[in-house]
């Protein structure tokens, strides 16, 4: 009887491991999906902001021009 009741604690125990183990699976992969999209993010952002600045400074250029121009 007792010997029973140790293998289904057993039992129990062994299943218990599997499932934590596969939710910590489940969650390094939503993890990893996560940290991918946030990378390609800001790789998007990073290449918006280049061209802004590069927009800003040929806007800069041609404003000085246009004074340089006007005096």
């Known amino acids: 009887m007792i010997l ?3 293998v289904h604690i057993i039992t129990f125990l ?3 491991l599997k499932l934590q183990k596969n939710v ?3 969650h390094i992969h ?6 991918g999209e946030a990378r390609r993010a800001v ?4 290449k918006e902001a280049e061209k802004c ?3 800003t ?6 404003r000085e021009q ?3 121009l006007t005096r």
């Open 43 to 46: 790789s998007q952002y990073q």
């Open 24 to 26: 910590g699976q489940e």
């Open 57 to 62: 400074e040929t806007c800069e250029q041609a």
């Open 4 to 6: 029973v009741l140790l």
């Open 53 to 55: 600045n590069i927009a």
């Open 66 to 68: 246009a004074e340089a």
């Open 30 to 35: 939503h993890m990893n999906i996560t940290f």
């Open 14 to 16: 062994s299943e218990e």
